[in-house]
Structures are given as structure tokens and as C-alpha cells.
Nanobody, 121 residues
Framework: QVQLVESGGGLVQPGGSLRLSCAAS????????MGWFRQAPGKEREAVTC????????YYADSVKGRFAISRDNIKRTVFLEMNSLKPEDTAVYHC??????????????WGQGTQVTVSS
């Protein structure tokens, strides 16, 4: 299995940008699709993005399309989330996780502790 540690969250103004990082220590990182989901208080878990094991395919939630970009470096065993044009509704704890396309949408497992992203003026 893979062990994940997220970092890079913080406080940013609307319209600003953040880059989240996820460091993996598991030996199977390179064969896992990796992604991010977010959880805000009082809201259901929301799938954000997922990238295939070789980086050739990506999924983005409609709410973040055109604003967020996921990437990965399998040598450094790290996955990134570039977040641009941030909105207050993006405020949440962001979790890195393994991911796959399930019957009802994208599913996540083996997530890390999460990193807080707060978008506010």
C-alpha cells in the first residue's frame, strides 16, 4: 500500500493560487492512479481530480475544470495540485488519495491526513 502526506495548504484571497503536494512512501505508488478529494464542514465529500499511473489521463470535477491541474512525478514519488482562480467555495480540507472510476463516480482510498485550504478576503 501507499502512505501519503499532504502539504501546501493555507490562506489565500479569492482569485489567488496555491500548489498542494502529496509525498508518497509506498512501493506501489507508480502503478496507482492518484488524486484529490475535498471535505468541507457540513458538505459531502467531493471528488476533485484523478490522474492515471503514467500521467496520461486525468479527471476533473466540473466545479474545478479550467482552474485546477493535477500532475505527478513518479521518480520523486509526488503528486501535485495546482489551484488557480480560487473561490471561497473551494475552502475545504484537501486529501490526497489513490483513486479509480467506480460505478457511481470516482472513488478514493488510502488518503492522507489532509491539508487545509481557506479562500477568504
Amino acid at each position: 500500500q501507499v502512505q501519503l502526506v499532504e502539504s501546501g495548504g493555507g490562506l489565500v484571497q479569492p482569485g489567488g493560487s496555491l500548489r498542494l503536494s502529496c509525498a508518497a512512501s509506498g512501493s506501489i505508488f507508480s502503478i496507482n492512479a492518484m488524486g484529490w478529494f475535498r471535505q468541507a464542514p457540513g458538505k459531502e465529500r467531493e471528488a476533485v481530480t484523478c490522474i492515471s499511473s503514467n500521467g496520461g489521463g486525468t479527471y476533473y470535477a466540473d466545479s474545478v475544470k479550467g482552474r485546477f491541474a493535477i500532475s505527478r512525478d513518479n521518480i520523486k514519488r509526488t503528486v501535485f495540485l495546482e489551484m488557480n482562480s480560487l473561490k471561497p467555495e473551494d475552502t475545504a480540507v484537501y486529501h490526497c488519495a489513490t483513486c479509480w472510476a467506480g460505478v457511481g463516480g470516482y472513488e478514493y482510498d488510502d488518503w492522507g491526513q489532509g491539508t487545509q485550504v481557506t479562500v477568504s478576503s
